[in-house]
């Protein structure tokens, strides 16, 4: 099975340092003052992971969405 892309969002502009922590991810901060967090996860274990560690941060969740391709 291939790796799914994501769109997170997030309240707040995250730092750009996280992206060590967390790991393979793209950051936008967006004019809303939100962040989107764009990532592939091969699989839900892996994309738990990633929300573990938003929340290890204090991050809030606004949403979350597959990523469309294209």
Do not use: C, F, K
């Not at 730092?15 to 990532?39: K, P, Q, S």
Request: negative net charge.
């Amino acid at each position: 099975m291939s790796p799914t892309s994501y769109a997170i969002r997030v309240a707040g502009h995250l730092d750009r340092h996280w992206t060590t922590r967390l790991g393979d991810i793209d950051i936008a901060h967006n004019d809303d003052g939100t962040t989107t967090i764009t990532t592939e996860a091969a699989d839900q274990a892996q994309l738990h992971g990633l929300l573990n560690g938003l929340r290890d941060i204090g991050a809030v969740l606004i949403d979350l969405q597959p990523a469309h391709s294209g």
